[in-house]
Nanobody, 124 residues
Framework: QVQLVESGGGLVQAGGSLRLSCVAS????????MGWFRQAPGKEREFVAR????????SYADSVKGRFTISRDNAKNTVYLQMNSLKPEDTAVYYC?????????????????WGQGTQVTVSS
């Protein structure tokens, strides 16, 4: 069974930075894609970024391009989301997710495993 555990959320002022971490366990993840999603109150869960364990170019939502960076440490089975220049509209619960495919698909419905989420709050 795959387990994903996020950490690193918190309260930050607009313009600040946070780094989220997601530790994955329970499988060999070489053929998986790892991603970050977020869900604000009253809104649907939305794609933020994704990266493949095997390498390749990460993908980002337009709303975070140039501000967020996704990366991975294969030795630690950990995926990171570095968030810079944070805005109040980035406030949401952020979820780590894993998918048993390397095909890009940003719909949360096709992702197979989810973490419990970590709250990010950006004050103005």
């Amino acid at each position: 069974q795959v387990q994903l555990v996020e950490s690193g959320g918190g309260l930050v002022q607009a313009g600040g930075s946070l780094r989220l971490s997601c530790v994955a366990s329970g499988r060999t993840f070489s053929a998986y894609t790892m991603g970050w999603f977020r869900q604000a109150p009253g809104k649907e869960r939305e794609f933020v970024a994704r990266i493949m364990w095997s390498g390749g170019t990460p993908s980002y939502a337009d709303s975070v391009k140039g501000r967020f960076t996704i990366s991975r440490d294969n030795a630690k089975n950990t995926v990171y989301l570095q968030m810079n220049s944070l805005k109040p509209e980035d406030t949401a619960v952020y979820y780590c997710a894993a998918r048993r495919s390397v095909v890009l698909n940003t719909s949360p419905k096709v992702w197979d495993y989810w973490g419990q989420g970590t709250q990010v709050t950006v004050s103005s």
